[in-house]
């Protein structure tokens, strides 16, 4: 049985992840949350949690877990915390053989001819400077992870990060695309994912690990 940690357990891919795995006869989920109230209200009254600040966890709280899965969420004011985070996540997965699974936002994705960041055109979109602190922090966070990837040179630290397209949903579990680096279109011309579909896909790689070391992005189907 994989004992699963999912940071950021009442968010909505967290929440969806959670809901998904603690069906699965072969998972043992926990939900690593800040709001023990907000939590229960969202994934049931006898769901099990380790409720706390995560950058306050001491690593012995962590360590026992085969996977940890991070849809950690935060203001945009404070979205320097990703980053702030990976580095205790990645500290974990070299030391201690865990697997960490890393969701990302979508602009650190290419698109376009030219092959240019989508957060560039994040920057460009009426009203985004209220809230474009936190794809732009998400792709330092990825670029940390490329970093302490290149240099662990014994490979020992297992992660994988996932991108999600350009709009994130609440939704039901479709089936989905794969890519790598670019942003995914579906044949109807949308860049969706639904938050079910995200979690159907971690269950399945959780217990059929295929990617290793790498980005990857899904979309809608």
Do not use: C
């Not at 998972?27 to 099990?48: F, M, N, Q, S, W």
């Not at 699974?101 to 209220?130: C, Q, W, Y």
């Not at 279109?185 to 579909?197: F, I, V």
């Amino acid at each position: 049985m994989k004992k699963v940690g999912i940071i950021g357990a009442s968010g909505m891919a967290g929440s969806a992840i959670y809901k998904l795995a603690e069906k699965n006869p072969n998972i043992d989920v926990v939900g690593i949350v800040r709001h023990e109230k907000k939590a229960r209200e969202v994934l049931g009254k006898d769901a099990d949690l380790i409720v706390g600040d995560i950058f306050d966890m001491p690593d012995s709280m962590l360590e026992h877990f085969d996977v940890i899965i991070d849809a950690f969420n935060t203001t945009p004011e404070n979205a320097e915390e990703h980053t702030k985070l990976a580095k205790k996540l990645m500290t974990l997965a070299q030391r201690d053989n865990i697997r960490v699974i890393f969701i990302l936002g979508a602009g650190s994705l290419h698109t376009g001819e030219d092959n240019h960041l989508v957060v560039d055109d994040i920057k460009k979109m009426p009203g985004s400077e209220r809230w474009a602190n936190t794809p732009i922090q998400q792709l330092h966070e990825l670029e940390y992870i490329h970093q302490v990837d290149e240099e662990d040179k014994n490979e020992d630290a297992d992660w994988l990060g996932i991108s999600p397209s350009m709009d994130f949903v609440d939704g039901p579990a479709t089936d989905y695309i794969t890519g790598k680096d670019e942003l995914l279109y579906n044949d109807k011309g949308e860049s969706k994912l639904n938050s079910g579909t995200m979690a159907k896909f971690l269950i399945k790689e959780i217990l059929d690990p295929v990617h290793h070391r790498e980005r990857i992005t899904i979309a809608n189907e």
